[in-house]
């Protein structure tokens, strides 16, 4: 008597079982810097947005011929753009823990009619990955912000 000979493919469950665990792994390393790179880049998104707001505010005020101003809201943790009458045309707020930090020498940041930065200095925006220094002034017409 001729047995047959068999062609069986598959994973044994110890295979599986190391699979499994390699994937656990893995699993546990990134994500945890996975949501670290997320939360840096929502905080890095939000500080460019802040300085296109701040730009926005003085063309504002140069082409309506206007003052236009952006105050800190809630603790610092949003901000708005208000525009003539003190009518806010924008409010936005920052990510997570990040958040304007009251200390800081510049409270609010105004322009005048003609685009002039009405106080130049120093602010300071707090996050998850550190303090960012924006330093504001005025040159050739233009304000510079200067992430420090």
Do not use: C
Not at 30 to 49: C, F, N, V
Not at 77 to 88: C, D, E, G, I, M
Not at 107 to 112: A, D, G, L, S
Not at 117 to 140: A, C, E, F
């Amino acid at each position: 008597m001729k047995l047959k000979a068999t062609n069986e493919n598959g994973y044994t469950f110890l295979e599986m079982l190391l699979v499994l665990s390699v994937v656990a792994i893995i699993t546990a390393i990134i994500l945890p810097i996975g949501d670290r790179w997320i939360t840096k880049q929502s905080e890095e998104e939000a500080l460019y947005t802040f300085i296109a707001t701040i730009h926005h505010a003085q063309a504002y005020a140069m082409a309506n011929e206007t003052y236009t101003a952006i105050r800190f809201r809630n603790s610092g943790r949003s901000y708005s753009l208000f525009a003539p009458s003190s009518v806010t045309y924008l409010t936005v707020d920052f990510p997570g823990d990040m958040h304007w930090v009251s200390s800081s020498n510049l409270k609010t940041i105004e322009f005048h009619p003609n685009g002039n930065i009405v106080n130049p200095g120093t602010m300071i925006l707090r996050s998850s990955t550190g303090d960012k220094k924006l330093t504001l002034q005025l040159q050739h017409g233009r304000v510079l912000v200067y992430e420090q």
